[in-house]
């Protein structure tokens, strides 16, 4: 991408739809330039159940981010999320058949291409072939064989499908609202870019976004990803959990939970009132006791946590595949006391993600609910630089083939 070019993301969830526009600066620095933000309608655990509703919310957000930043939204890199997603790992390999043995960018296209010929239903697609390591003639751990020497190149990879279906219709919702999909990321992995460090990444750590209507988990272990799920249980349910305990309506639980929630009843009650609980009013005039509400989201967080940790493959210990413990990402991540809590029921570290590596308009985006909209816009950068790169290289190969060849006619003569 040209420095100075206008990128963008749209992140549509169960609860809200997100759009940011950026741009790249010289230094391949992001800076925000506007954000926009409107309730979802028409979604349902990261499914399109109503095409007009998921539309116009789109359509808002839009609206929105571009009213801010003063520039035009032509094409978005979207995310995917839903039960429909699944994965599996794959294994490709090609022979290096030239005479000198090279490994070229060529190669990696072609055992890339071999991983991803993986059988899979006719109604599904595949959105990535994310490699985990190389093997060159056997040594494994290579993470850019290019330019070394070998005869038989392997590649491990990390295959993720969704229902072609569920990816249309969303894919309709956006064309309709007038956008181009530049892009289709699969969220956590795009949320990775904007809350994990390439430590992290490389001793093992488990990502957990706990959206609206899913929970979205991505295990990483030697610097790449190793395992991804999509749990089709999130926010929606912690509040559906205080409206039926409870006795009130959904909207009412959904605003105690947003400004009385907390995951830990005693920092709520006793230690700064000297009370066993609170009553919270809200604005409609019900009244709740803080240790209730703090139960009932406490024993759903647990369940959810809970279902995390037993979703991931048998691979030994739990902190053998992540010393580097949890982070967690999504509105959920807003709990206070899910930090503490999240590290009592794992046996591991834990920690609320943060967007890092944005500046501009960016005072709303450090929050772990915009994590996967910031990652959608760094997963595209990185991979736009990239490609910018790659051409320019191109261009200076062509280049110096032509001088090289100007100067032996020269010589010749």
């Known amino acids: 991408m040209a420095k100075g070019g206008i990128i963008a993301a749209l992140d549509v969830g169960t609860t809200k739809v997100c759009s940011i526009l950026a741009s790249l600066t010289d ?56 039960k429909h997603v699944s994965s599996i790992n794959n294994r490709g390999v090609v022979a290096i058949s030239r005479g000198d043995r090279l490994v070229r960018s060529s190669d990696l296209e072609r055992v890339l291409e071999s991983a991803r010929s993986v059988t899979i239903p006719g109604d599904r697609k595949v959105l990535h072939v994310i490699p985990r390591q190389y093997i060159l003639d056997g040594h494994p751990g290579i993470k850019d064989p290019v330019g070394m020497h070998g005869f038989k190149l392997d590649v491990e990879t990390h ?129 709740i006791a803080s240790r209730d509400l703090s139960y009932i989201i406490k024993a759903r967080i647990e369940e959810t946590l809970r279902m995390i940790l037993a979703g991931l493959p048998p691979a030994g210990e739990y902190g053998v595949i992540a010393p580097s413990g949890l982070v967690l990402i999504g509105g959920t991540a807003n709990l206070p006391g899910i930090e503490a809590f999240a590290q009592e029921v794992s046996g591991l570290g834990a920690r609320v993600g943060i967007p890092q590596d944005i500046y501009g308009l960016t005072e709303a985006l450090y929050n772990p609910a915009y994590a996967t909209g910031v990652g959608l816009l760094l997963w595209a950068t990185k991979r736009q630089v990239a490609g910018y790169a790659e051409s320019q290289a191109k261009k200076g190969n062509v280049f110096t083939r032509f001088f090289t060849e100007v100067g032996r006619l020269f010589g010749q003569g």
């Open 159 to 287: 295959v993720v499908t969704a229902a072609m279906a569920s990816v249309r219709n969303l894919v309709k919702c956006v064309d309709e609202a007038g956008l181009e999909v530049a892009d289709l990321v699969l969220e956590p992995l795009a949320a990775s870019e904007a809350v994990l460090d390439p430590d992290e990444k490389e001793a093992g750590v488990i990502l957990c976004d706990i959206g609206g209507g899913t929970t979205d988990v991505a295990v990483f272990r030697g610097g790449s990803i190793w395992y991804t799920s999509v749990l089709p249980i999130g926010g929606y349910q912690v509040t559906r959990d205080i409206a039926i305990g409870l006795g009130i309506p959904f909207d009412t639980a959904e605003e105690i939970k947003k400004r009385y929630g907390n995951v830990a009843p005693s920092e709520m009650a006793g230690q700064d009132f000297g009370t066993d609980s609170l009553e919270l009013k809200t604005d409609n005039g019900y009244v």
């Open 27 to 82: 230094n391949n620095r992001m800076q925000i330039l506007g954000v926009g933000v409107a309730p979802s309608r028409g979604m349902s655990k990261g499914l399109v159940v109503n095409l007009d509703e998921t539309r116009e919310s789109i359509r808002e957000s839009v609206r929105q981010a571009e009213l801010v930043s003063g520039a035009r939204m032509v094409s978005a890199y979207v995310g995917v999320t839903g």
